[in-house]
Nanobody, 127 residues
Framework: QVQLVESGGGLVQAGASLRLSCAAS????????LGWFRQAPGEEREFVAA????????YYTDSEKGRFIIFRDNAKNTVYLQMNSLKPEEKAAYYC????????????????????WGQGTQVTVSS
């Protein structure tokens, strides 16, 4: 049974940092590209960041570029999202996702390409 378990969310002030973690089990972690998405109440789920199987390719939306860092540790079956200079509008539930890839460098922001999802961790940023 595949499980993705996020942790690291919390309440912080604007400008602060948080590091989210997502621990995976029940799959061959290195076969999967990984992504982070978020969803605020009443809003659509949106892409945040992704990393390829090899970790050689990372992809961010323009608003996160330079502030967020996605990285993975295949030995620990864990993907991380380091979030710096957080903004109040980034308050949301953050979800990690794993998508089976047959190439080592590919990533995608398309949520439909991800096979497995975690339950989410809440991030609240106060102004």
């Amino acid at each position: 049974q595949v499980q993705l378990v996020e942790s690291g969310g919390g309440l912080v002030q604007a400008g602060a940092s948080l590091r989210l973690s997502c621990a995976a089990s029940g799959l061959t972690f290195s076969d999967y590209a990984l992504g982070w998405f978020r969803q605020a109440p009443g809003e659509e789920r949106e892409f945040v960041a992704a990393i390829s199987r090899s970790a050689g390719t990372v992809y961010y939306t323009d608003s996160e570029k330079g502030r967020f860092i996605i990285f993975r540790d295949n030995a620990k079956n864990t993907v991380y999202l380091q979030m710096n200079s957080l903004k109040p509008e980034e308050k949301a539930a953050y979800y990690c996702a794993a998508g089976r890839r047959y190439d080592y460098a590919g990533v995608t922001a398309n949520a439909n390409a991800y096979n497995y999802w975690g339950q989410g961790t809440q991030v609240t940023v106060s102004s």
